[in-house]
């Protein structure tokens, strides 16, 4: 590796501890690094893991770390991880020339007709306060968010209202989410991994539907 990229790996890392250590904890944003650097040095700068679990074995990270280091790592736009099996997490060489993170990017866009039949399965309701609004007023977001290893499929997809739209990145509040596909949800939200990647489960049920699954259905 060239000495710019060097010094940009450096830029990036302090950035990364700095931030880690603020969101996430000193744990888990020594671990981030320890993957990045796992990353660095891995001749294709790809590694593919048949699960997270594989990871957190082969790259020595203990479990309770794995998932929030490599979602602080995604935050970052350093590391991409795919969405689908097997888990591959890949270096994205290009981004260390930025000075921004990207999580925005890492998200995928929601295609209309997604939003379109999200919203009309959550009876137009804002899934905190349960107030019936008019398509404009409503955002999509994700219950486990992206940037905590959420998945974005409709599973994981909710109806907020402008005003209770979190935008907190790295919160995941159980009692937020009161009202889930027109129905209140019974105590509070829970959380499975499956697949790589968080779900929740409402009402006794993980909610796991895909957007594949909704095509299929339609
Ligand atoms: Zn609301």
């Excluded at 970052?76 to 921004?100: A, E």
């Excluded at 959550?122 to 398509?135: A, L, N, T």
């Excluded at 009202?179 to 968080?198: L, T």
Aim: aromatic share 12%.
């Amino acid at each position: 590796m060239s000495k710019v990229n060097a010094d940009r790996i450096k830029w990036w890392s302090e950035k990364i501890a700095r931030y880690g250590e603020k969101s996430f904890g000193p744990s888990v944003s020594r671990w981030a690094l320890f993957v990045l650097e796992s990353l660095r040095n891995s001749p294709k700068k790809v590694l593919e893991y048949p699960s997270l679990y594989t990871a957190s074995e082969k790259l020595g990270v203990p479990r309770k770390y794995i998932s929030r280091a490599l979602a602080l790592l995604t935050r970052s736009g350093l590391v991409k991880i795919t969405p689908q099996y097997p888990l591959q997490v890949s270096f994205n060489i290009s981004s260390i020339y930025r000075y921004k993170n990207s999580a925005q990017k890492v998200r995928g866009r929601i295609p209309l007709k997604d939003r379109e039949r999200l919203l009309r399965e959550d009876k137009y309701k804002c899934g905190h306060c349960g107030v019936e609004f008019s398509p404009s007023e409503l955002e999509i977001d994700h219950i486990v968010p992206v940037s905590l290893l959420g998945s974005d499929e409709p599973g994981n997809w909710v109806a907020i209202c402008h005003e209770h739209n979190r935008r907190k990145w790295h919160n995941f509040d159980s009692h937020f989410i009161r009202y889930y596909r027109g129905k209140p949800v019974k105590g509070s939200v829970g959380v499975r991994f499956k697949n790589g990647f968080f779900w929740p489960n409402i009402n006794g049920k993980t909610r796991e539907e895909t957007r594949k699954n909704w095509k299929e259905n339609i």
